[in-house]
C-alpha cells in the first residue's frame, strides 16, 4: 500500500485565521454581527468530559472519524447559476474546503482536546507523535480539514518553541505542524466507500431490482422529480432518483454563500420542494449502504454484501489498531505490563486514531453498527463525527475490554452516547467482541482488492 506523509506547512496561514475569523455571509452584515456570531461559537463549545468513565475502566486506544468541514460544491448541478470559477476559496474550484469549514474543523480539534488532552486527561497537551496516527483520505478538503482539527488540537500556548516549532521570525505563532498519512484516490478503501470497485457498481444494480428501490423512486418521487425537470428545463436523464442528492447539496451550499440570492435564482425550491427532495436523498442514503428489507436479489444478500465494500475495510481498520494496541497494554498475573514485541512498535504507545473523510464514511461506520437509521438516517453534516473508545476493566484483572460510541452531530453539538444503538449493545459500554463479531462477519473475504474485482453476472 503507498502511503505518503503530509506536512501542515500548508496550513500555515489558515491556522491563524481559523482562531480569529469565520468568514460566513453574516460578516456582509457589519463587524457587530461577526462579534456575536464569534461570541455564541465560543458559548456553545460544551464538551462531554472523559470524567464520565466508571472507576476501574482504563480508556487505552480512540478512534475518531470525522466528516470535513464546509465546502464548495463538488460539481454543477442543473440550472446552476454559480460557475466553478466563482467558487474562489480554498486554491479555488469545484469541492475545496472553504475558510467557515476551516474554522469549524479547528473548533472540533478544540473540542478533541478539551475532552482527550486537557490537562495531559488522556493524551499529552503537547503533539507527542507516538501517541497520534492521522490518516486522510486523498481529498483536499479533507487533508486540510486534518490540518485544521489538528491546528485546534496542539497549536496553542503549551507548544514550545524550538521543540514543537521553528525559532524564526515569519513562523506563525505557536503553530505546531503534524503529519498526515493518506493513501491515492481510488484505491482506499478505509476512508472512501466510493473507492473504484466494480463489484459494488454490479451491487447497486441489483439494488435497483428490488422493491424497496421500487418503492422509495415509485409515484410520489417521480412527482417531486417531474416538477424538478419542468422548473429547470432539464430532461428526465438529468434529474433522477439516483442523482437528485446533487441538487439538495448544492442549493444547501449555495444557501451558505449567497444567502440573498437563492429565492431569486430558484424561486421553484420551495421550503416544502427542499424537504421532499431532502427525503427522496434520505430513502437513498438507506439504499446505497445496503439497508434493504428485499435484500436477495441473483443469490446475493445486499444487506450482507454492500457493507462488507463499503465498511468493511474500514472497521476492520479500527479493530486491528484497537486490538494491537490493548495487546501491547495487558498485564501479566504480576501486572506487569509485556504484550508488546519489538515489532509492535507502532501501538506501544498509540492512544490516538483519526480519520479525516466524508459523510459516506460516517454513513458507513454507522451502517456496520447497525445504527444509521437511528442516529443520522440523513446526509451527515459537516464535521459530523464517530468517536469509538477502547476501554480495559482493571476490575477484572484486565482480562476484559469495552468499547463506547460516541456521536458529534455537527459544530454546534456536543458528543452524546450512542452506544446502544449499536447492534449487540445494550448499554453505554459494550463488550469489545461486539465490535470484533461486527469486523469479522464484514471483512472482505480475501481483502477488498480481490473482492472488487470478482463480478456478479447481471
Given at each position: 500500500m503507498h502511503l505518503s506523509s503530509i506536512l501542515l506547512l500548508l496550513f500555515l496561514v489558515a491556522a491563524e485565521a481559523a482562531v480569529i475569523r469565520h468568514p460566513t455571509h453574516i460578516?456582509?452584515?457589519g463587524k457587530s454581527s461577526e462579534s456575536e456570531e464569534s461570541k455564541e461559537s465560543e458559548e456553545s463549545e460544551e464538551v462531554l468530559p472523559t470524567d464520565d468513565i466508571p472507576d476501574g475502566l482504563d480508556m487505552v486506544h480512540v478512534n475518531v472519524i470525522w466528516r470535513h468541514g464546509d465546502r464548495s460544491p463538488t460539481s454543477a448541478m442543473v440550472g446552476d447559476q454559480v460557475t466553478e470559477a466563482s467558487w474562489t476559496f480554498g486554491g479555488g474550484g469545484w469541492g475545496e474546503l472553504s475558510p467557515i469549514g476551516m474554522a469549524q474543523q479547528f473548533r472540533l480539534g478544540k473540542k478533541l482536546f478539551d475532552r482527550y488532552a486537557l490537562n495531559n486527561t488522556y493524551l499529552s497537551e503537547t503533539y507527542r507523535s507516538n501517541e497520534i496516527y492521522v490518516y486522510s483520505t486523498d481529498f483536499n478538503r479533507t487533508l486540510v480539514s486534518a490540518m485544521a482539527s489538528l491546528a485546534g488540537m496542539y497549536s496553542r500556548?503549551?507548544?514550545?518553541?524550538d521543540r514543537d516549532y521553528p525559532d524564526i521570525p515569519d513562523w506563525p505563532t505557536n503553530f505546531v505542524p503534524v503529519p498526515i498519512h493518506t493513501e491515492l484516490s481510488g484505491k482506499d478503501h478505509i476512508g472512501d466507500p466510493s473507492a473504484k470497485?466494480?463489484?459494488q457498481d454490479d451491487l447497486l444494480r441489483l439494488v435497483m431490482r428490488t422493491n424497496d428501490y421500487k418503492e422509495a423512486?415509485?409515484?410520489?418521487a417521480q412527482e417531486v422529480l417531474e416538477y424538478l425537470r419542468n422548473a429547470t428545463g432539464a430532461p428526465a436523464s438529468k434529474i433522477t432518483f439516483d442523482n437528485v442528492y446533487k441538487i439538495a447539496d448544492n442549493m444547501m451550499i449555495e444557501g451558505i454563500w449567497f444567502p440573498e440570492?437563492?429565492?431569486?435564482?430558484?424561486?421553484?425550491?420551495?421550503?416544502?420542494?427542499r424537504e421532499k427532495v431532502e427525503d427522496l436523498v434520505t430513502k437513498g442514503l438507506a439504499l446505497q449502504n445496503g439497508i434493504i428489507v428485499d435484500k436477495i436479489q441473483n443469490g446475493v444478500d445486499l444487506s450482507q454484501e454492500i457493507p462488507t465494500i463499503r465498511g468493511g475495510p474500514l472497521v476492520n481498520d479500527i479493530m486491528a489498531k484497537?486490538?494491537?494496541v490493548i495487546q501491547c497494554r495487558r498485564r501479566d498475573s504480576n501486572g506487569q505490563v509485556n504484550g508488546c514485541k519489538d515489532s509492535d512498535k507502532f501501538y506501544r504507545n498509540l492512544k490516538y486514531h483519526a480519520i479525516s473523510a466524508h459523510d459516506s464514511t460516517i454513513d458507513a461506520y454507522l451502517t456496520v453498527l447497525g445504527a444509521k437509521l437511528n442516529v443520522s438516517p440523513g446526509n451527515p453534516k459537516y464535521t459530523a463525527s464517530l468517536l469509538t473508545e477502547f476501554f480495559i476493566d482493571t476490575?477484572?484483572?484486565?482480562?476484559?475490554?469495552v468499547f463506547r460510541v460516541l456521536y458529534h452531530e455537527d459544530e454546534n453539538a456536543d458528543f452524546r452516547v450512542i452506544t446502544p444503538e449499536v447492534e449487540g449493545c445494550d448499554d453505554d459500554f459494550c463488550p469489545i467482541q461486539v465490535l470484533q463479531n461486527i469486523a469479522n462477519k464484514l471483512k472482505?473475504?480475501?481483502g477488498i482488492e480481490q473482492l472488487c474485482l470478482q463480478r456478479i453476472p447481471l
Open positions: 460578516e456582509k452584515k500556548s503549551t507548544a514550545k518553541v470497485c466494480p463489484r423512486s415509485g409515484p410520489e440570492n437563492v429565492s431569486t435564482w430558484y424561486p421553484y425550491y420551495t421550503e416544502e420542494i484497537a486490538r494491537g476490575r477484572n484483572g484486565g482480562t476484559e475490554q472482505p473475504p480475501g
